[in-house]
């Protein structure tokens, strides 16, 4: 009923009219969503891997680019880094290469269904890393599925009705006509193949995540479109990720020159729990520093401002501060530095003032990052829900309302003649 009142509101010719038909835009039915059997195409945007990993119900990880795979940019990724996720247009490697079965200590699930490979990807790191806090709801599932074998982890993901409505929280109604269409198109290719017994052309093979780990002090390539895992050897120097780099350079060398048909995401350790834990060091630092100076040198502060190198301390935070998400408790639980008791313990202002102008400037420098953090985590955010939205009303609203204005037909024809 809503629907055909909306239909009845794009007949009429005011310009208010116009606009709020422009501006029709909803998220896609959940209720269709939810009762598709597919999965849907997930771009290889950090924003989305972080906004799934959320949903799940994973905390303390974040998902960032990498931007190449110079030495210098691998080594200063957030550490740790639990896993890379390599996205490019698959090709069948060399079986030889994978495990006879899959080892003891390794987590890893096939993919099963089509598109499903960003969750897959992203499963297949977080189920190897056990100091990642996976929620209640992965949690129990890697409990159930400890014992599969590669082929039921990936059918009772297909399965996981939990996975697969956050997978496809992304998805709009074009992405499940697509995904359907793909399908259709699957089935029909493979009859061919059989009819002819040709290979299939590598031209149209699809783009693919696939994650890299870390596991029992070996480098381990977890494709979900090959039957086991794929040992890259021993870590050595604790430098895992670099590694793997070779084979992801071994990838890309496959590619004609100019063609930029990859993508590399790393799952990190989320910097703002240690930032603001590093802030509630420093809130108490500062704290048992101006109580020590009190008693030693009561007109200290004047002091300080009074000296050249004066650090302003506008803005300093020096309790709970909900801004920073930081806690009394936080403040309370955060241990001294073991330098700055020993300078505190002893007598000597100066040290202690020294102290001060080095805390405060360290400060500044922590609300800064935080808040950056805190910013990308909104735009993660705004960028999901952009991606959710559906657009295609507004699209057919705003082309019927130039047909209707006798608009659309003279764009079309300077189109033609352009």
């Known amino acids: 009923m809503a629907e055909s009142a909306k239909r009845r509101r794009l007949t009429r010719s005011s310009d208010v009219s116009d606009a709020s038909a422009v501006s029709s835009t909803t998220p896609a039915p959940m209720d269709d969503i939810s009762s598709w059997n597919g999965f849907c195409e997930v771009e290889s945007e950090p924003a989305f891997f972080n906004i799934i990993l959320k949903n799940f119900g994973v905390t303390g990880v974040k998902v960032q680019e990498v931007v190449s795979l110079d030495?210098?940019?691998?080594?200063?990724?957030?550490?740790?880094?639990?896993?890379?996720?390599?996205?490019?247009?698959?090709?069948?490697?060399?079986p030889d290469k994978q495990e006879q079965s899959c080892p003891e200590g390794v987590w890893f699930a096939n993919q099963t269904v089509k598109n499903a490979c960003a969750s897959v990807a992203l499963l297949n790191i977080v189920y190897n890393a056990p100091e990642i806090d996976l929620g209640e709801n992965l949690q129990a599932f890697k409990d159930f599925t400890k014992d599969f074998t590669p082929a039921l982890r990936g059918d009772a993901i297909a399965n996981f009705k939990f996975v697969k409505d956050i997978h496809n929280s992304f998805a709009r109604k074009m992405d499940v006509l697509n995904g359907d269409l793909q399908l259709k198109n699957d089935a029909e290719a493979k009859k061919r193949k059989r009819r002819t017994d040709t290979a299939e052309d590598?031209?149209?093979?699809?783009?693919?995540?696939?994650?890299?780990?870390?596991?029992?002090?070996?480098?381990?390539?977890?494709?979900?479109?090959e039957r086991q895992p794929q040992n890259l050897g021993l870590i050595e120097n604790q430098e895992w990720v670099l590694q793997a780099k070779p084979e992801i350079e071994n990838r890309m060398a496959q590619y004609e020159e100019g063609q930029i048909e990859f993508s590399i995401l790393g799952l990190v350790k989320e910097p703002l729990a240690d930032l603001v834990s590093a802030l509630a060091r420093n809130v108490r630092s500062l704290a048992v520093v101006a109580k020590r100076l009190d008693s030693l040198k009561p007109d200290w502060r004047e002091f300080v401002e009074s000296t050249t190198d004066h650090v302003s301390t506008e803005n300093l935070v020096t309790g709970p501060d909900s801004i920073y998400e930081l806690t009394h408790k936080l403040i309370e639980q955060s241990q001294l530095p073991p330098s700055l008791e020993d300078v505190v313990r002893h007598d000597i202002a100066e040290d202690i003032v020294e102290c001060w102008q080095k805390l405060v400037p360290e400060q500044r420098g922590l609300r800064i990052s935080i808040v950056e953090e805190q910013q990308s985590n909104r735009l993660d955010q705004e960028r999901a829900n952009s991606r959710r939205y559906e657009y295609g009303p507004a699209i057919e609203a705003l082309v019927e309302i130039l047909a209707r204005k006798a608009v659309l037909k003279d764009m079309v024809e300077l189109e033609e003649f352009s």
């Open 71 to 94: 030495e210098e940019i691998l080594r200063h990724l957030p550490q740790p880094v639990y896993g890379l996720i390599f996205l490019f247009r698959w090709r069948e490697e060399d």
């Open 202 to 225: 590598e031209s149209v093979a699809g783009f693919h995540f696939i994650a890299f780990v870390p596991v029992d002090g070996k480098v381990w390539k977890l494709d979900g479109l």
